[in-house]
Structure formats: C-alpha cells, structure tokens
C-alpha cells in the first residue's frame, strides 16, 4: 500500500456569497484521500456515526481508496458548519460538534502498518504520534496541524514535529507556531526543530517550499469561478503527498513537482462545493492544468 491517511469524515454546511449546501460529505480525510487517488493508492484511517449514509461511503469506493479502515462508531458522524465572505480568505465557524470523532483513537489495521508514506491530518499531535508508534517503516511522514493545537496543545506537537519529514501548514499557523511575524524567519525556526521541508500554504497566493538550503514558491491558479474553499488544503495535501508516492521522487525536483500538482488538486475543489469537482475529475484535466501551471511561471532568463 502506498498512503496512509488518517483524519476526520465529516458532514459540512457551508455557506459562501456563491450559495449554500447542508449536510455534505467533508473532513480531512475525505479531501486529501480522494485528491491522493488519482496519483496512487490510498487507504483512509477515520471514524463515522451510525448515520454515515452508504452514497457516501460509495464516494471513497469510487475512487479505489481503501476505507477497511474506517470505524463505524455508535453516534453521530463529526459535524461542522461555516461561512465564507466574499474574500473567502477566512472562514467563520459556526458550529462544531466532534459527535463520534471525540473518541477516535486510530487503530491500525495489520496490512496498514506498511504503508510507505502516511499523512497524519489534523487531528491531536498525541494521537499523530499513536498513529506513527503504528506504522512500521514509513518512507514519508507528513502532517498536518491547525491554530487550535498550536495553542492548546504546542508542547505535544513541538514533540510531533521531531519525528515527521514534512510540515504542512497555513502562513498565519506559521507564524503563530514559531512566535515570529517574519514568515521565512518562521519557517526557518520551525525547520530547525525536525522536520526537513516545511510546506506554507497561501491561499489565494500560492504555496510556499521551504528546506535547509532552498525555497520554493508556485502561485495560486488564477480562477474566475471560486465557489466553495473548503478542504482546498486537504486537497493540496492530497495531491503533495499523491505525486510523491506515485512517482517515487524524493528528489528536490519531485517535491517541487507535488507542489504544483498540490496546487492542482486545490484549484479543482474549490470550484464547486464539496467533493463534486474533485469527484467528476479526470486525470487528462489534472496533466492539462499542470501544462497551464508550467506556462503561467515560465520566464526566460537576461541575456
């Protein structure tokens, strides 16, 4: 098995100035497995409520991800609600209600202990390391975190951050989780307590690569239709760490090429809500937008 990725499933209510939907297929996990699928293999480590509807479930399958591991728990499935303004830069939460996901402790199958590379998405940094004490030889670690655990809980993912190669986060999570307004001076600390990449994600300016001796930025892709952002960086995630393992690059080339493929599968969600966009896909349209992204950054060198 190639990826392992242990996160939540969960049912969104989004509203953006573009419209509003109730009770859709969301989560960490969702997002980031079927964004993965279309590189290589996935398996998806998660938990759902009895009221975890069989379409939904059919929404994994058909995208070849391995949901053995998803635990069906007695309750409710994890809840969140959200508004966009017209910027869509930020989102208010509404409403939260962890339901089932409360209690999840990730419990590997035998066959997933193999996985070559593993996400830990955004979930407890004590539970991110249970999940790694579980997998035997990881080729890849790769995580993920949020505000919520860099402030609550930062010892605990200070002791995370040792053991993972690759950090993905938001520019302000950046910030707030080194203590430093400058973003390279962040970046720079954050690398400095384990991981060997730190990946920024920008929103609607990119992403940026960060490592010891290089940095790397590739830009959003300009859209004139953006309807819904939620679960673009689970997307981008998804196509990162999909690219790798399907390609088997660790080169700084390869990690290059994930971030535009990441970038890839997050300009394709955030046109329609939910997973519709992501579901309906095709890879010519993911090698397609990749050519786009290659010309959009393409630039000749002074003579």
């Excluded at 590189?39 to 058909?62: I, N, P, T």
């Excluded at 590379?117 to 579980?134: A, K, Y």
């Excluded at 030889?137 to 809980?153: A, G, R, S, Y």
């Excluded at 349209?285 to 393409?298: M, P, S």
Aim: glycine letters at 8%; hydrophobic letters at 40%.
């Amino acid at each position: 098995m190639s990826i392992l990725a242990v996160g939540s499933v969960a049912y969104d209510t989004v509203k953006t100035p573009f419209g509003e939907v109730e009770e859709v297929l969301g989560g960490s996990a969702t997002y980031f497995s079927v964004a993965a699928s279309y590189f290589s293999d996935v398996a998806v480590v998660a938990v759902v409520g009895e009221d975890f509807a069989e379409r939904d479930l059919q929404v994994f399958r058909d995208r070849g991800v391995d949901v053995d591991g998803l635990e069906r728990a007695k309750g409710k499935t994890f809840r969140w609600s959200g508004e966009y303004d017209f910027a869509l830069n930020d989102c208010r939460t509404l409403d939260t209600q962890l339901n089932v996901f409360g209690d999840f402790k990730p419990r590997l199958l035998d066959k997933h202990r193999d996985a070559h590379f593993l996400f830990l998405g955004n979930i407890s940094p004590d539970l991110q390391r249970s999940v790694l004490r579980q997998v035997r030889h990881p080729k890849l670690v790769v995580c993920d975190t949020m505000n919520f655990w860099i402030e609550k809980e930062f010892n605990s993912l200070f002791e995370t951050l040792k053991l993972v190669d690759i950090l993905i986060i938001n520019d302000g999570e950046t910030r707030q989780l080194a203590n430093e307004p400058n973003l390279y001076r962040a970046g720079r600390k954050i690398l400095s307590w384990g991981p060997k990449a730190l990946v920024i994600k920008r929103g609607e300016y990119g992403a940026i690569m960060m490592n010891t001796k290089s940095i790397f930025g590739a830009p959003a892709f300009p859209l004139e239709d953006v309807f819904d952002p939620t679960g673009a960086g689970d997307s981008f995630a998804g196509g990162f760490v999909g690219f790798l393992a399907g390609s088997q690059d660790l080169s700084e080339v390869g990690i290059r090429k994930a971030i535009v493929f990441g970038s890839v599968m997050a300009s394709f969600d955030v046109e329609k809500f939910s997973l519709d966009r992501l579901k309906e896909l095709t890879f010519p349209e993911v090698q397609q937008r990749y050519k786009e992204f290659k010309q959009l950054t393409h630039f000749e060198d002074i003579e």
